[in-house]
C-alpha cells in the first residue's frame, strides 16, 4: 500500500506522520490527541507536556480499551441476535410449513365436505324417489282397498238377500212340513183308532 505522508498540529506542535491510512484518517486521529491533551491540560492547569502527553495517552487508552469492551459487548449481541434470528427464522418455517399442512389439511377436509354433501344430497334424492314411490303404492294400496271394501259390501248385501230369499224359503217349506206333520199325525190318529 502506499504511505501517506502528512504534517499535524499537535498541542501546538508540529509532526510529520507517515502511514497506509488515508489523509483524512491520520488528521482525525491528530486532531482526536490534540483535543485529549488541551482537555488534560485544562483540567491540570499546565503542567509539564511529558505529564500531560502520559495522561492524555492514559485516557486515549482508557477510550480505546472502552471501545473494545463495547465493541466486544456488541459482537456478543450481535451473535446472541444472530442466534435468535436463527432461532425466530426456524420459528417462521415451521410456521409456515405447519401453515401450508393446514392448508392442505382444510382442502382435503373441503374436499371430504363436497363429497359427503354429494353423497348425501344423492342418497336424499334416492330416499325421496322412495318415498314418492311408497307414497304411490299407499295411494293404489288405498283405491284397491275401497275398491274391494267396495265390492265385497255390494257382494255381501246381494249375499245377504239372498241368504234371506233362502231363509223364507226354508221357513216356508218347514211351515209346510209342520202341516203336512200335523195331517200325517192326525192321519195315523185315526188309523190307530180304526184298528182298534
Not at 498540529?9 to 482525525?28: A, D, L, V
Not at 491540560?41 to 503542567?47: D, K, M, P, T
Not at 459482537?75 to 405447519?98: D, G, I, P
Not at 353423497?119 to 314418492?132: G, M
Request: charged share 35%; glycine share 2%.
Amino acid at each position: 500500500m502506499e504511505n501517506n505522508k502528512v504534517t499535524v498540529k499537535i498541542f501546538g506542535q508540529e509532526y510529520t506522520i507517515i502511514g497506509t491510512k488515508s489523509r483524512e484518517h491520520i488528521m482525525k486521529v491528530a486532531d482526536y490527541v490534540d483535543v485529549k491533551m488541551k482537555e488534560i491540560s485544562q483540567a491540570l492547569n499546565s503542567g509539564p507536556v511529558s505529564s500531560i502527553a502520559v495522561l492524555s495517552a492514559v485516557n486515549i487508552a482508557d477510550d480505546y480499551f472502552s471501545a473494545i469492551e463495547r465493541f466486544q459487548h456488541l459482537e456478543v449481541t450481535n451473535a446472541q441476535a444472530e442466534k435468535n434470528t436463527e432461532h425466530y427464522v426456524q420459528l417462521w418455517e415451521e410456521a409456515k410449513k405447519s401453515h401450508i399442512q393446514q392448508q392442505e389439511e382444510i382442502k382435503e377436509l373441503s374436499s371430504q365436505k363436497e363429497q359427503l354433501k354429494d353423497s348425501f344430497e344423492t342418497q336424499l334424492a334416492d330416499l325421496q324417489k322412495l318415498l314418492e314411490e311408497k307414497d304411490t303404492e299407499i295411494k293404489k294400496l288405498k283405491e284397491d282397498s275401497a275398491r274391494i271394501e267396495g265390492q265385497i259390501m255390494e257382494s255381501s248385501s246381494d249375499m245377504v238377500n239372498e241368504l234371506e230369499a233362502k231363509y223364507k224359503d226354508l221357513e216356508s217349506s218347514f211351515f209346510d212340513i209342520q202341516m203336512e206333520n200335523i195331517q200325517l199325525k192326525g192321519e195315523l190318529d185315526r188309523y190307530k183308532k180304526k184298528m182298534e
